[in-house]
């Protein structure tokens, strides 16, 4: 096989009354990239490669760095998402359309995808019952972190953890 298949394009339907509307008043086929959805109407659907997509075909990553005290999973696209520990505390990054966030819950044991952080804070912040670490940050325009590569993710999962760690020192 020469290209990994993982969609169909198919111009014939672009446009067709067939798709449904999304909130923005345009077709799924209207909203499918030129590249993807091909040039002229009645062109025969085609298998997509990778190299189309713009996703990417990175496998689920698992790191354990015992230096830092982390360890953790990054998987998927739209959003790419890690979750894990930090020093035993659970963490969660997360990356979708144009920006990242990265929480670690310090006072419970809990999924840390579960703290809904305000988004104009950075570092410690209190919610609720629960104390967590925060940061966020910009990435590419339009939805490049939702498919931001993992080796970037890594790189900013340990810079974030890096800034963690930093913090808790001179808190303590």
Known sequence: ????????????????????EDVSGRTEAQNMPE??????PGEPCRPLTMMEQPCHNDPERYIDDRALGLSFRVCGYAPVQADGRVRGAPFYFRSRHAAWTFTVCISHDIDASAIDAPEDKSGF????????????????????????????????IRECVRQY????????
């Not at 990994?4 to 672009?14: E, F, I, T």
């Not at 590249?35 to 002229?40: D, I, K, L």
């Not at 760690?165 to 303590?172: D, I, K, Y």
Request: some cysteine; charged content about 25%; overall charge negative.
């Open 1 to 20: 096989m020469d290209a990994l298949l993982v969609g169909l394009a198919c111009p014939a339907l672009a446009g067709a009354g067939s798709f449904s």
């Open 35 to 40: 590249r993807v959805r091909g040039t002229a």
């Open 125 to 156: 912040v209190q919610i609720g019952e629960y104390r967590a670490y925060y940061i966020s940050g910009d990435y590419g325009k339009g939805d490049e972190a939702s498919f931001m590569r993992y080796d970037e993710a890594e790189r900013i």
């Open 165 to 172: 760690v930093r913090a808790a020192a001179e808190v303590a």
